[in-house]
Each structure stands twice: as structure tokens, then as C-alpha cells.
């Protein structure tokens, strides 16, 4: 049996549902758990094409519960166990995620984000944001990777798995249909040839050995009995949430320094923002950008620096003001004025965010 | 001078006595498991999963890897850890709300899929955790929370008859079956063989388990006797329902 697709590099053009599954199986990803939805149905497609030519394995489960909850009886074996949705599924996959947020479980997750609420489209948005970010009875104890194109499919699907395993919060993947469907060129590569060790697995349950006599029983739980007992557990995973995430943050800015107006945007409506940033730059207008890649935890320094800096703030999105609602609270404070361009369910293009900008200085 | 009380060698001394009511049927079912897995010594191999409810009770009695889980879910957890390492003895443990309400999609499915599971599902009639509402199991003219003037079948239907279906959406191979506290030779009978028919690989193995409430039966210890053992067997038949080849039938 060949043990990976890819030896060394090499360019692809393919769809993102592809690419993902690739980065799985490139990540020695070990198990799929997952159940239909549009639009990220090919992820199972390409990885259940490839799983018995790898020795990985998959389970279609009767919905997006079972499949969350699958994914997480995999991590606690001791697997690199994924699972991906959109949208209701997203919905649904928020008890699970809950579980592994109390308990610590590395579980990965692949939202390809399709409009909302409810059913809504099955083709794109970025309204899914605070149900990633912040979903469930809980405190978002997660790290969300918003990715903006097929090379960043690949790279922090990879990435992901080990995010998850290092820091065991759960960690996700923030596509959207567009990345999902649209065929794209890519680097694909083998992480280990790049010198990019996979952080080891490690079982909570089923080690070897009888518990009792041979080791203690790994026992796990989410329940608590009284109040000081899970507020003592919240105040610690705070506490360690806080603290890795400034190594976990990432973002990337331009011409920030001097912008009389900065565009914040993640995702693939950062595309269009850069797009717009340089032919507006061309044309002599100051205007920069900050695109946040992780949405939880966000780089708050930056993003303070930033705000503290600018004249004028302008937040794109695919949504109503989901990522805005985030960065305010990060930038609490900050004196620039906010403007938005807000296409809740609907693409940006290059051109809108170029004419709004216009609109404005 | 202590006493030590005879308990299975797999449950853990330093967390008893366990947390369950007086007159609560778990400890009984939980017992039979545990002396199951002593006598088919699978201690270590067993991967426990408890549901929520008062099945969460139970997350620290064996001495055995334990999930506690999210109401309804065990079924998922503990298929999800056996797919992911198949050498591990599965369990999910729940009540009859968990499998037959929140959680009866994944225990049809489950089933359906023949997933190599153990399922232990506890019947109370009732939910116990939360206070004694009605459940999927609650008896017609049963008294509950919910149903203060009885359960009308008329307006709520008639109790779920969850090894019945089981068995009817299983291939053979599976194991199904109905104890009762009431017996416990034959419960722990009927474990041991659910637990026997993962280790050979058969199929997808489930017990439900007549079991008491005292405490939401609002009933002395004659009337708690009565209703399991007399008035619940009246719609739930006591007894396997689908045996492998493999396994020898109860009495043979």
C-alpha cells in the first residue's frame, strides 16, 4: 500500500472539496466521520475514494450529531479524526463541539459555509462566523482558521490537525462554497518532506494495560456537581486559552501605517480587498488592509494597534456584521470611525469594495 | 471493623458507595455488567460510555476507560471510539429516554449499521434525572410529571417497544434481548452474552433492562417489587429475542 498521494511537490488545479481531502490524507489524517450537506459533500467524495488506498477509514452517519459525535469517540481512541459541514449541519455540530470544547478533545472540523439562516443557499456566504467562533453552551474555547484560497485549503487543513493536537481545543477550518466548488492552482506537498513534523496522537481510552492494576481508568466527564467546580474548570481553560493565543493568532496587514482608511475582511472577501487595496494604492488613494486568519482567537494586539492607528475602518463581509461584532470588542476604544459593506449570503467583488472605499474618502 | 461488601472486581473500590437512590435498579444492572466483565476478563479492553441522565452516575463506578457523554450520544461515542480502534469492547450505557428519545436515531441506525456495540439500555419508565417526566417507556395510566392524570395512549401513544425493534431492523448476528431486575441471573445472562457476541465480532448487541424508580414511583418497596416485576412485563415481554447461532439460547 503507497502511503501518501504525493511525493515531493507539485501543482494541482483542483476544487477546494478536493484539496481538502488531499490535505487530510497528507496530514495522516486517520479517520472521516461525516454526513451530507452541501457544499461540502466532495470532501467525503475524494476522501472515500482514497481511504482504502491509504488504510484510512470512514463512517456516514445518520446525521450531523452522530457524525460530531463519532469524530469525537475517534479522538478519544487516539485517531486523527476529522468531520466536515456547513451550514444546519453546522448547526447540529455544535453539541458535539460543546462536549470537546469541555473536555479538551483535538476534534477537526471543515465548515464550508453556505448561506443562512435556516436551509437559505447551498452555495456561499461567511454567515457562519459566530455559530464557528462562538457556538454552543460554552465560551468558544476554539481556534478558527478563515481561509481565503486553495494553497491555505491545504496548508492549515494540515495545519489544523496539529493546532488541535498540540493545544487540544478544538480547531476548525472556516471555508466557504465558493473555495469549496471552484477549481483552483495549488502547491500540494507532503508536510514531512517539508520538515513539518505532525504532532503525535495520543489515546485517552483503550490504552493498554487493565486500569485498576496496570495504570488508573482514563475516565472522562463533562458533568459537574456544583458551581465551584466548573467555574474552577472554565477559569483554567481560560486561562490556558489565553495564553496560547497569541502564538495561535495569525493575520496579515498592508499599509496599514499610513492608511487614512484600513479594510478588514477575512476569508475570500480578503481576495477582493486586496484587489481593490492595490488598484486604490495605484491610484494614489491611502488605503491599507488587515485580514484576520484565525477568528478565534483573533491577533487583538495588532488589531488594537491598528484601530488605535487609523483614521477610518471599513469592515467587509458576506454577512451582517458577524467578524465586525468581533473585532469591536477587540478594539474597544479605538476613535475610528467604523463603515461597513455588509452582502450577507452574497460574494464581494473587487469593484464593490473599490466603489465603497470611493463612497467614503 | 469493616465489612468489606462483595462487589465485581472491575468496579472501583475508592468510589463507592456508588451515587445512585435507594432502591435504584442501577446498581443492580451495573453489578451484573461489572461481574460480565470479570468473568470475561475484558477489563481492559472495555471502553465504558454513559449517557446522560442518571446513567452519568456511573462515569467513575468501574474501573474501566469511561466516557460520560451528552444525553442521547453515547451510542455515537462509543461508535465513534470503535471504529476509530476496533479492538476495544465497546459499551454504551443509557436510560430509556437517552435511547429511545433524543437518541433513537443513532440507536436505529446504529443497528441498522450492525455496528460492533454493546447497548445496556435501562427502562424506568420515566426520566429519572430530571424529576420524572414521561418518557418514550412510561406505562399507559402511568402517573408522571408530565402525564399527571396518567398517560392517555390516545393522546401520547403507546410505550416504545425498543428490543422488538431492534430485533426487526437487525440482520442476523445481532443480539437482542429483555431483562429485568427482577432477574438477576438471568440479566447478567443476558449481559454476558451482549458482551460475548462483540468479543466474537457477531454483530450489534443490545439488552434493555426492566429496572426500578423508587424515587419517581413515589412507591414503598412492595410496590416498587410489584411494578417491575408484575405490571411492566405486562408490555414489556422479559426474555432474548434474537440469539446468533453462535450463542446458545437462555435455558438450553
Redesign the interface.
Known sequence: MPEKPIKGEKRYFMTGNEVVAYAAVMANAEIMYGYPITPQNEIMHYWTRMAPKYGKEFLQTEDELSAGFTTVGGVLAGRRAFTATAGPGNTLMQEPISMAEAMRLPIVVVVQQRGGPSTATVIYSQQEVTLTTLGGNGEGFRVVYSTANHQELFDYTIKAFNTAWKYRFPTFVLGDGYQAKMRESLTMYDPEERGLKMVPTEAYVGKPGVPGIDRPPGQYRNTYNVEEEIHEVVQQYTKEFNAIAPEVAEYESFGTEDADLVIVSHGVVYRAVKEAVSELREAGMKVGYFRPITLRPLAEKELKEMAGRAKALLMAESSVGQMTRLVKEVIYGATADIHTLYKPGMGISAEDVAARVRSIL | MSVQVAMPK?W?VDTKPHKFCPGCGHGLVLKAMGEAIDELGI???V?YGCD?GCS?LS??L?????????HG?TT??????????P??IGIAYMGDGGGYAIGS??L??AAARNERITVILVNNTQYGMTGGQMAPTTMPGQKTETSPYGRDPEKTGYPTQGPEMVAAITREGAYVARATVAKPKQMKDFIKKALENQISGGGFSFVEVLSTCPTNWRTNAEDTWNFVEKEMPKYFKVGEIKVPETLHKEGK
Open positions: 472491575s472501583r477489563q481492559g479492553k471502553v446522560i452519568l462515569w467513575d468501574f474501573n474501566v476507560d469511561t466516557i460520560q457523554t451528552h450520544r455515537p461515542v462509543i461508535t465513534g471510539v470503535k471504529r476509530a480502534n479492538q476495544v436515531q443513532h436505529v441506525n
